[in-house]
């Protein structure tokens, strides 16, 4: 059986061999004739290029013959045409420069001032091209300024003590824009009964009652936000602060918190320093606002609490008026009776004066009518020199102007009584 197998695969092998001889031979019958047509095809191509050169060259030589016979009888035409046109053009040829002329006169007007137009405009623009770039190179330098400003204050604010310094400059500068600095009703740093609660400012209110301003609002998670390269990290912080924000409201909601403070108040205040701050806790947290309300705690950023401490120092000044009413109400009926009575002097000044006239034009009366008639009968008898004249006296007429308000008359009983 093995003989058999051997002898077969021997077969085959010898087939495979007179195969490939065979293939190989017809490889080698092929290449050749390849070359030979290759051979032969370049032979026809030297010979179709030779071919090629001897036909241009007659083709020249002909064609250059009869270009030159060709060009000469053109030449000998067109001097004969152009010979007979000559004449006739030459007189037409100033006219029509003149036309022409004309014609185009305004039209290089025109374009004389369109060139100027465009040189200012393009003057223009280039000048308007520097103050963009000198605009944009402010803007850059500006904002990178800002940028590194940013950067340094967010710093800053991620250091408790700064930050914590930071709000309190916010909430004074807060208090002295609504003129509550340096009152009764407010006070910094205070601290519960229990010594564990250390709001920010208590602000008094009339019937001893107070308000609870609390400025710690945690600001990490916003500060990280503003810094966060990505987009959903960003996002992810700001749900963190607004989550903070809550939590704080709901710490100052707290009945341990109210119970603290002697007397209870009546609303605690969460000073957010900024509105940025408070509009991104709003913005990923909208009931933020009613969860306040309903802890007692109202969120107040700079403007609403300007607001909120102006409407309680107003509240204070009515307070101090009712408390004055009464004060102010004698004050205004002692200064009446005290116009009166200053009135009462007046109106015997007056008549005194009336008297005193009276008894003037009297006196006049009498010295005109029995002292100076004998006097003069002096001069007329020659007696006394003649540049000394008696003097004219002259009574008088204005009487003192009566007071006419009711308030300022007094009885006649009144009238002569001493001043």
Not at 21 to 48: G, T
Not at 227 to 249: I, M, N, W
Not at 298 to 321: E, H, M, N, V
Not at 381 to 406: F, H, K, N
Request: glycine letters at 6%.
């Amino acid at each position: 059986m093995s003989y058999f197998v051997g002898l077969f695969f021997a077969l085959l092998a010898v087939f495979f061999y007179v195969k490939w001889q065979k293939v190989r031979e017809e490889n080698i019958y092929l290449r050749a004739r390849e070359k030979e047509q290759r051979k032969a095809s370049e032979e026809k191509l030297a010979l179709l290029g030779a071919t090629q050169e001897k036909l241009a060259q007659a083709f020249k030589a002909l064609s250059s013959e009869a270009l030159e016979k060709s060009n000469a009888s053109f030449l000998q035409l067109a001097k004969e045409t152009l010979g007979k046109f000559q004449e006739k053009a030459t007189g037409d040829l100033e006219k029509r420069q003149q036309s022409i002329e004309h014609v185009l006169k305004p039209v290089k007007e025109s374009l004389t001032k369109l060139d100027q137009g465009m040189q200012a405009i393009e003057k223009e623009r280039k000048g308007e091209q520097e103050s963009l770039k000198m605009q944009l190179k402010m803007m850059t330098e500006a904002e990178k300024e800002l940028r590194s400003e940013t950067s340094t204050l967010v710093k800053a604010l991620r250091m408790p003590i700064v930050r914590g310094r930071w709000g309190e400059m916010q909430l004074r500068r807060v208090v002295e824009l609504a003129g509550m600095v340096n009152h009764c009703d407010f006070y910094e740093q205070e601290t519960g009964e229990s010594g564990s609660v250390r709001p920010d400012v208590i602000v008094k209110l009339p019937g001893e009652k107070q308000v609870i301003v609390d400025a710690k609002t945690p600001c990490e998670a916003y500060l990280e936000a503003i810094q966060a390269e990505s987009e959903d990290l960003k996002q992810e912080k700001f749900k963190h602060h607004a989550r903070q924000v809550r939590q704080h409201v709901m710490a100052l909601g707290k009945k341990s918190y109210w119970q603290s403070f002697q007397p209870t108040p009546e609303f605690v205040v969460l000073f957010i320093p900024s509105d940025n701050f408070f509009s991104s806790a709003l913005e990923f947290d909208p009931s933020l606002i009613e969860v306040g309300v309903e802890q007692g705690v109202i969120i107040a950023t700079p403007t609403t609490l300007i607001g909120l401490l102006r409407a309680i120092a107003y509240g204070w000044k009515q307070d101090s008026l009712s408390k004055h009413a009464e004060e102010v109400s004698k004050l205004g009926h002692e200064l009446y009776k005290r116009i009166t009575d200053m009135g009462e002097h007046w109106a015997k000044v007056g008549r005194t004066l009336a008297s005193s006239v009276d008894a003037y034009n009297k006196a006049v009366g009498s010295l005109e009518t029995r002292v100076l008639v004998s006097a003069r009968k002096f001069k007329e008898m020659g007696a006394a020199a003649r540049s000394i004249e008696c003097a004219s006296l002259e009574g008088i007429d204005r009487v003192p102007r009566e007071l006419q308000a009711d308030d300022m008359k007094i009885p006649l009983d009144k009238v002569d009584a001493p001043l």
